[in-house]
């Protein structure tokens, strides 16, 4: 008897915490089965789309431009202008953390935008985390939910400078399989594969700009299972050396301090 009460008594709270936490999603909820729901609370990068009010925008966690050809496009500095809007203090620590993260062992840095700066990144509320992939001049978005992590929000900042997720990488089949049922309906787009530049690196399971095993899954089974065994595929604590490299090449600069161009 007391051990069904100690279970009823977890659950209800249990139940109590999801609500909580996925408070400002609850007039959402309708649009969604539940268990999508309860699925996409743990990827916040899968949010925008699934809840925003343009949802033609937005593919995944990437703000989608109605110039396709500016994908990409690296920033014409190193030195990146940002804004954060006051309304997003409470995540400030969060940013700030994730801009060292990017530029800890990079040669990109930011600094706080002067009023004379036009092209600037602006960290913003959003339902989820998103951003432009790559410069497209003037002030640009990054949406920072309070769900996002330091880590989701340093994966945002290496789509602001240019980058593709690896997973949609032209390569990828060769590393990955994609469980297309496991994917939510109408979510497809996000697996599917780019020609973004790869500077002939080697496909990184471990990237932070990889998805995990269960994005954007109806149900929580896989949408991507790896060809190897991989323990940390979706990893969002650290960019790895590839995405480093990555960042060295495209703004052709070296790999711990800003050379000369
Ligand atoms: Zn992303």
Known sequence: MLLQLLVALTFAAYVKNETVNSSYLGELVPLF???VVQHV???PETLEELFSDDVAVVEGDMLVSKNRNAV???WPTTDLPYDIRPDINDKKEDIMAAMAMV???TCITFHRRNSTELDYVLFRP???CASNVGFFGGRQFVYVAPSCSVGNIAHEILHTLGFEHEHTRLDRDGFIEIIKSNIIKGMEENFKKLAGKTFDIPYDYSSILH???TFFSSNGKPTIIPKKDIK???QRSRLTE???KKITLLYNCGTYRCGPA
């Open 211 to 213: 998805y995990g095993r």
């Open 126 to 128: 959003g339902k989820g």
């Open 232 to 234: 940390d595929m979706g």
């Open 103 to 105: 530029s800890e062992h």
């Open 41 to 43: 609370t743990h990827n």
């Open 242 to 244: 590839t995405d480093r």
């Open 72 to 74: 990409g496009k690296s």
């Open 33 to 35: 089965d539940i268990n």
